[in-house]
């Protein structure tokens, strides 16, 4: 039986084409496919023009629309099973991405933030799997490249974990993350900022959590089989 690693193609071969033969001396896999990532632009379309007329980045665009929405985006969820069809924790062909409890008082920056907050709460129910079965809870957690350059999303991920976030810069951050955890030596990068976990925003989105689930157990029971 073969063993696959997958890695997204804009970090691997391009930034860290020298882990290669360590990633696959240490794994012991036979191969790696190189995958390609599908990202939407029409949703963000706005701010991609905006970004070029300002001369701003449209990271930091972003990063600002997502402080004007409090933790919770004011009562939105966004469900973030976009590419149709999910593997885990939804194990269903027919996931698909939801956002729920939209009004006319809501605002573009709370659709974004829910956005956001789906990616992540997602995160806390994997991480909260991995500990059912047996995981070790984590002090810290450690980042970096594509959204965690935002430090928005990155006080969001600290929030709804509840623990200690370690932003390193570097588009290969989770590639090395691999090459430290398969090798067992430690990753001796800095953090470049330390987020800490707000007590309130913390009780906030375990509130936010249980409805999340509630929500994605709804659709799976009634639509999703």
Known sequence: MYKVAVVNSKSFGVRAPDLLEELRHHAQVDFIEVSKTVRGRELAEAELEYSKLAGEHPLSILDKLLQRSPPGARGLLALPFVAGGERFPIRSPAARGVIYGLTYAHTRADIIR????????????????????????????????????????????????????????????????????????????????LHQPSEAASRAYERVFEEYLRLCSTLRDALWR
């Open 114 to 193: 829910a956005l956001a907050e789906g990616v992540v709460l997602n995160l806390k129910w994997i991480y909260t799997a991995m500990l059912e079965r047996g995981a070790k809870q984590v002090s810290m957690v450690r980042v970096g490249g594509g959204a965690a350059s935002l430090a928005s999303w990155r006080q969001m991920l600290a929030d709804v974990l509840g623990t200690l976030v370690c932003y390193t810069p570097g588009e290969d951050a989770a590639l090395r993350g691999l090459q430290a955890y398969i090798s067992g030596s430690p990753c001796r990068r800095e953090c470049s900022e």
